[in-house]
């Protein structure tokens, strides 16, 4: 499956972006699916994870009550809303798919990557 992400910008603190994530392909509703973000000099870090029904979902606590993960499976899509953006949401952010049902914090539980779409937040 090929992911490709988009979406990110350059943002004022406490704005709003909404990324998203489409999937090509091998049949999208056969993985589960997760966002993570890399700031610069910084490790790869969890972000949001959605099961492969899209019941059930995960984030990491940084982010709980600002972001939103969704999928389409329609649209072979997958989204992140993003709310009230902090200067240390800052980061690129990454889409990845990876087979199972259940949802997953762990980079390494996920086979395919998106390239990275860059979120910017000023003050």
């Known amino acids: 499956v090929q992911l490709q992400a988009s979406g990110g910008g350059l943002v004022q603190a406490g704005g709003s972006l909404r990324l998203s994530c489409v999937a090509s392909g091998r049949t999208f509703s056969i993985y589960k699916m997760g966002w993570f973000r890399q700031a610069p000099g910084k490790e790869r870090e969890f972000v949001a994870a959605?099961?492969?029904?899209?019941?059930?979902?995960s984030y990491a606590d940084s982010v709980t009550g600002r972001f939103t993960i969704s999928r389409d499976h329609a649209k072979n899509t997958m989204y992140l809303s993003i709310n009230s953006l902090k200067r240390e949401d800052t980061a690129v952010y990454y889409c990845?798919?990876?087979?199972?049902?259940?949802?997953?914090?762990?980079?390494?539980?996920?086979?395919?990557w998106g390239q990275g779409t860059q979120v910017t937040v000023s003050s």
């Open positions: 959605i099961s492969l029904s899209g019941v059930e979902t």
């Open positions: 990845a798919a990876g087979y199972g049902s259940s949802w997953s914090s762990f980079p390494r539980e996920y086979e395919f």
